[in-house]
């Protein structure tokens, strides 16, 4: 149940160490003294604390290309407060404990005992961050201050923790214990993508699986790029459009404007569109070289013309000087409407696929919602000659009904440690409770191993698993949900 918080004073804080709050790369600040438990304030930045050290020093060299992205936004007449924190306890730690402190945060060890200073310890303050719905400014101070008043007291919800509750609780169980971190290659793989991930939007999607494998990402605050991907709603459009549609455009244009949106679609399914290869007046429209060869033509407008069949074969027979590589490719035929007789009888007699525009879009709407989910060489059984509309619907169902066996698997695995408290679970017991879960589909222990495995993989980051002696022995946990998007 959310709550409204109020809130009067802000926390002082060194920029850098701010944004990695935010960002999830660290839970724990060094305030300098001790904070009560429950206290709760807005989060300010504020560098004074740190400027006799360079940033070189105080922070890892990993994480310098983000601490430098932060101190550029810096503001020298205002700062702006995205955050706000509850206090979930505070630890002290000499200086015995620094290597091991150093390797689970962002400071260096002579970042931590430039911290620790003539002190015998350090106080390390464990922060649940929550984001403000809006950021608000606040006047720069020239004296550094650990705590200051609010220019008027804030209420703000609860409802947007960085976290989620488990995600927190069990990294500050690994900072207490000060337990060494699992994937130290992978913490230094997404530093050296966070500055990559800025311009590069193939940078940032791995950025954010492996910040939300790494448990330093809520996977509900990471959604795809819409509008980058708006394109795919206009493809049957695009394909049912004709002149009369269309004011202003010839059907020569909408065809073109169609085959442009089908060479997107299938480079975006994972096919490598051959460029030489174009259409227009006397061109193939598609031909693509991998994973394997692929000739297709491209009608728009109310239906396929009868001879597109044979159009196809003689363009393809013109146009690509490997003959034997044309009766090897998979031939495709993208067009509006329900094929003719004539139509679906030439092209079975030249083992051509024919589907709608619709058919394609779900495709690249399914792996739009599941990246890497459609199985080319899967897919490749399904494009049957003549009309393959509904074996192609039969190869979704199938991908579909995969991807909600695995989240039911994963709610599984999340549900029994919601329910029990336990850090994680054996496959044994998943495997009890599987069959008491209204379960999908019939499954051997080893065939749940196996999909609990992948779930687990880096790539995927569903699941985080702890290997055992053997795989009866592995254990799993809960890492992110797979939600179920419809792709009708």
Same mark, same amino acid.
């Given at each position: 149940?959310?709550?409204?918080v109020?809130?009067?004073?802000?926390?002082?804080?060194?920029?850098?160490?701010?944004?990695?709050? =935010?960002?999830?790369?660290?839970?724990?600040?060094?305030?300098?003294?001790?904070?009560?438990?429950?206290? /709760?304030?807005?989060?300010? +930045?504020?560098?004074i604390?740190?400027?006799? /050290?360079?940033?070189?020093q105080?922070?890892h060299?990993?994480?310098?290309?983000?601490?430098?992205?932060?101190?550029?936004?810096?503001?020298? %007449?205002?700062?702006? =407060?995205k955050?706000?924190?509850?206090?979930e306890g505070?630890?002290?730690?000499?200086?015995?404990?620094?290597?091991?402190?150093?390797?689970?945060?962002?400071?260096? $060890?002579?970042?931590?005992?430039?911290?620790?200073?003539?002190?015998?310890?350090?106080?390390?303050?464990?922060l649940?961050?929550?984001?403000?719905?809006?950021?608000?400014?606040i006047? *720069?101070?020239?004296?550094?201050?650990?705590?200051?008043?609010? !220019?008027?007291?804030?209420s703000?919800?609860?409802?947007? +923790?960085? #976290?989620?509750?488990?995600?927190?609780?069990q990294? $500050?169980?690994?900072?207490?214990?000060?337990?060494?971190?699992?994937?130290?290659?992978?913490?230094?793989l997404?530093c050296?993508?966070?500055?990559?991930?800025?311009?590069? !939007?193939?940078?940032?999607?791995?950025d %954010?699986?492996?910040?939300?494998?790494?448990?330093?990402? &809520?996977?509900?605050?990471?959604?795809?790029?819409? *509008? &980058?991907?708006?394109?795919?709603?206009d =493809?049957?459009?695009?394909?049912?459009?004709?002149?009369?549609?269309?004011? @202003?455009?010839?059907?020569?244009?909408? @065809?073109?404007?169609?085959?442009?949106?089908?060479?997107?679609?299938?480079e975006?399914?994972?096919?490598?569109?051959?460029?030489?290869?174009?259409?227009?007046?006397?061109?193939?429209?598609?031909?693509?070289?991998?994973p394997?060869?692929?000739?297709?033509?491209?009608?728009?407008?109310?239906?396929?013309?009868?001879? *597109?069949a044979?159009?196809?074969?003689?363009?393809?027979?013109?146009?690509?000087q490997?003959q034997?590589?044309?009766?090897?490719?998979?031939?495709?035929?993208?067009?509006?409407?329900?094929?003719?007789?004539?139509?679906?009888?030439?092209?079975k007699?030249?083992?051509?696929?024919?589907?709608?525009?619709? *058919?394609?879009e779900?495709?690249? /709407?399914?792996?739009?919602?599941y990246?890497?989910?459609?199985?080319?060489? $899967?897919?490749?059984?399904? #494009?049957?000659?003549?009309?393959?509309?509904?074996?192609?619907?039969?190869? #979704?169902d199938?991908?579909?009904?995969?991807?909600? #066996?695995?989240?039911?698997?994963? /709610?599984?695995?999340?549900?029994h440690?919601v329910?029990?408290?336990?850090?994680?679970?054996?496959?044994?017991?998943?495997?009890?409770?599987y069959?008491?879960?209204? !379960?999908?589909?019939?499954l051997?222990?080893?065939?749940?191993?196996?999909?609990l495995?992948?779930?687990?993989?880096?790539?995927?980051?569903?699941?985080?698993?702890?290997?055992?002696?053997?795989?009866?022995?592995?254990?799993?946990?809960?890492?992110?949900?797979?939600?179920?998007?419809?792709?009708?």
């Amino acid at each position: 149940m959310s709550e409204t918080v109020l809130l009067d004073t802000v926390l002082c804080l060194p920029d850098v160490d701010i944004e990695a709050l =935010i960002k999830g790369r660290i839970i724990a600040v060094m305030p300098g003294r001790f904070i009560n438990l429950g206290r /709760q304030f807005a989060l300010c +930045p504020n560098d004074i604390s740190i400027n006799s /050290q360079p940033h070189e020093q105080y922070y890892h060299s990993s994480f310098l290309s983000f601490a430098q992205i932060a101190l550029a936004k810096l503001d020298s %007449e205002k700062n702006l =407060i995205k955050a706000w924190a509850k206090c979930e306890g505070c630890n002290m730690f000499t200086l015995e404990s620094f290597d091991a402190l150093s390797k689970l945060s962002i400071w260096t $060890k002579q970042g931590l005992q430039h911290k620790l200073g003539q002190r015998p310890h350090i106080f390390l303050v464990y922060l649940r961050v929550y984001l403000l719905p809006k950021p608000i400014e606040i006047s *720069t101070h020239s004296q550094y201050s650990l705590f200051l008043p609010l !220019p008027a007291s804030l209420s703000v919800p609860d409802t947007a +923790p960085i #976290l989620s509750d488990r995600i927190f609780a069990q990294r $500050k169980h690994q900072l207490e214990n000060l337990q060494p971190p699992l994937h130290p290659e992978l913490e230094e793989l997404q530093c050296a993508l966070a500055s990559l991930a800025i311009t590069n !939007p193939t940078a940032k999607l791995l950025d %954010e699986d492996i910040r939300v494998f790494l448990g330093w990402s &809520n996977s509900k605050q990471i959604k795809q790029p819409s *509008t &980058n991907l708006a394109w795919i709603n206009d =493809i049957a459009f695009l394909g049912n459009r004709s002149k009369e549609q269309d004011e @202003g455009k010839s059907n020569y244009q909408a @065809g073109t404007d169609f085959e442009k949106i089908v060479r997107k679609s299938l480079e975006y399914l994972g096919f490598t569109v051959d460029e030489f290869h174009r259409g227009g007046a006397g061109g193939i429209d598609i031909f693509c070289s991998q994973p394997y060869p692929l000739v297709g033509e491209c009608k728009a407008g109310k239906k396929i013309p009868n001879d *597109t069949a044979v159009q196809l074969l003689n363009l393809g027979t013109l146009r690509l000087q490997n003959q034997e590589l044309l009766k090897q490719a998979i031939k495709l035929i993208i067009g509006p409407g329900e094929p003719t007789t004539q139509l679906k009888e030439a092209a079975k007699v030249h083992s051509m696929a024919i589907i709608n525009p619709e *058919t394609l879009e779900k495709l690249v /709407q399914l792996e739009s919602n599941y990246r890497n989910s459609v199985d080319l060489f $899967k897919l490749k059984t399904y #494009l049957k000659a003549g009309s393959s509309d509904q074996e192609v619907e039969k190869y #979704l169902d199938q991908v579909y009904k995969e991807i909600s #066996l695995r989240s039911h698997l994963i /709610q599984l695995v999340k549900k029994h440690q919601v329910n029990t408290g336990d850090e994680n679970v054996e496959v044994a017991t998943l495997y009890g409770a599987y069959g008491y879960s209204s !379960p999908p589909q019939a499954l051997s222990r080893e065939e749940m191993h196996e999909i609990l495995i992948e779930l687990s993989s880096p790539l995927t980051g569903y699941l985080g698993r702890i290997k055992g002696t053997d795989w009866k022995s592995d254990r799993f946990y809960f890492l992110r949900d797979l939600p179920i998007t419809s792709i009708s």
